[in-house]
């Protein structure tokens, strides 16, 4: 059973860079036709896809993100990661990592989630 958890600070200041970790055990990143994605939800909103990457390596982003957000991955460490520039108040949300065989899909497999607060 593949597993996903979130790795990072969870209080950023206004105007950094917010930079999350997802660790895959029990499946490999470069499984053939799975895509490997990031999802947040803000308080009180719902879920929103940020982006994701796929097996081969490329890359897909959420059109209102695209210009602060990167996705990589480590296959060495079977890890993949998230860099949101220039964040506000607004980027404060649970962050997800997820698993699916679809490029904005939700997630068939995700993780527990990590709060992150952007505040001076």
């Known amino acids: 059973q593949v597993q996903l958890q979130e790795s990072g600070p969870g209080l950023v200041k206004p105007s950094q860079t917010l930079s999350l970790t997802c660790t895959v055990s029990?499946?490999?990143?470069?499984?053939?036709?799975?895509?490997w994605s990031w999802i947040r939800q803000p308080p009180g909103k719902g879920l929103e896809w940020m982006g994701a990457?796929?097996?081969?390596?490329?890359?897909y982003y959420s059109p209102s993100l695209k210009r602060r957000t990167s996705i990589s991955r480590d296959t060495s460490k079977n890890q993949f990661t998230l860099q949101l520039s220039s964040v506000t108040p607004e980027d404060t949300a649970v962050y997800y990592c997820?698993?699916?065989?679809?490029?904005?899909?939700?997630?068939?497999?995700r993780g527990q989630g990590t709060q992150v607060t952007v505040s001076s």
């Open positions: 997820a698993r699916d065989v679809s490029v904005r899909g939700w997630g068939v497999n």
């Open positions: 990457i796929g097996y081969s390596g490329g890359t």
């Open positions: 029990g499946g490999s990143i470069t499984t053939n036709n799975y895509y």
